[in-house]
């Protein structure tokens, strides 16, 4: 039972890959100079005794980016002719049939178009191409192209390789500023650590040390020359030791 299900499964799978898939055309070549009129045959075949309910013309880009430009359109079998937005190409249709016709064509109407029919629920979409060549346009080099193409390519990877080497530049250019900044900020400690030490920093200094219940009291020698010299090597002494506390 298992397997038979599987087996309607993919039967009716196939049926509704094979209904959306719409069917090809062979592609009609056309051949037009300019300022003459052309009219472009649907090339689609049809399945007789199916009534399709729109019939749609397109112009197909080329490549790389064949995307479709829409026409016209029109609902089967007698409603209006309805045309796409945006299109300022003049383009009817023939009578009662499904081709189109271009008045006056130019270069810019040379190239790839599609007939595409709608067809109901159940049934295919059917499809036709038609090329149209406007024999007196000088012809598109494709080296040309892409040469262009190779241009850019390299104008792009030039502008993006500048930028990268713009920013490590400035990049460098500010961390050298900082580090500057930083030596000139430790220098100018290092040039004011080494002032004389005044009589307010030597009571400091003298009162460093552990703290007693009484208060130190030192025997009171004159001021000579020699205790003045003393003093000096003393202050000097001083001074070196904190410096290098203070740079540790």
């Keep these: 039972m298992s397997a038979g299900l599987h087996l309607v499964l993919l039967m009716l799978l196939c049926v509704d890959r094979a209904v959306g898939r719409p069917v090809h055309g062979d592609i009609l070549e056309i051949k037009s100079v300019s300022g003459t009129n052309s009219a472009l045959e649907c090339t689609t075949k049809s399945k007789p ?11 197909v880009g080329e490549a790389p ?8 359109t029109k609902d089967l079998p007698s409603g209006p002719t309805q045309w796409y937005i945006g299109v300022e190409r003049e383009v009817e249709l023939l009578g009662e049939s499904c081709n189109i016709f271009l008045r006056n064509v130019t270069c810019g109407d040379s190239g790839m178009y599609m007939c595409h029919l709608a067809a109901p629920v159940g049934q295919q979409n059917r499809e036709g191409q038609v090329r149209l060549t406007v024999t007196d346009c ?3 080099d494709p080296a040309e192209d892409l040469m ?13 390789l500048l930028a990268l080497l ?16 930083n030596r000139k900020t430790t220098k100018e400690t290092l040039l004011d650590s080494n002032k004389t030490l005044n009589e ?3 009571k400091l200094i003298y009162t460093l040390g552990p703290k007693v219940s009484s208060p130190v009291k030192y025997p009171y020698v004159p001021r000579t020359e020699m205790t003045q010299k003393l003093q000096e090597k003393y ?14």
């Design 49 to 59: 005794g199916v009534q399709y309910i729109a019939v749609r013309w397109y112009k």
């Design 65 to 72: 980016s064949p995307r479709l430009s829409g026409l016209l």
């Design 138 to 140: 000088p012809a598109e």
């Design 148 to 160: 262009t193409d190779t241009y850019l390519v390299v104008f792009a990877s030039v502008v993006l």
């Design 166 to 181: 713009i920013f490590l530049i400035s990049y460098c250019s500010l961390k050298n500023i900082i580090r500057d900044r």
């Design 200 to 202: 307010k920093d030597l």
């Design 235 to 248: 202050q000097e002494k001083m001074a070196s030791f904190f410096l290098r506390v203070s740079l540790k």
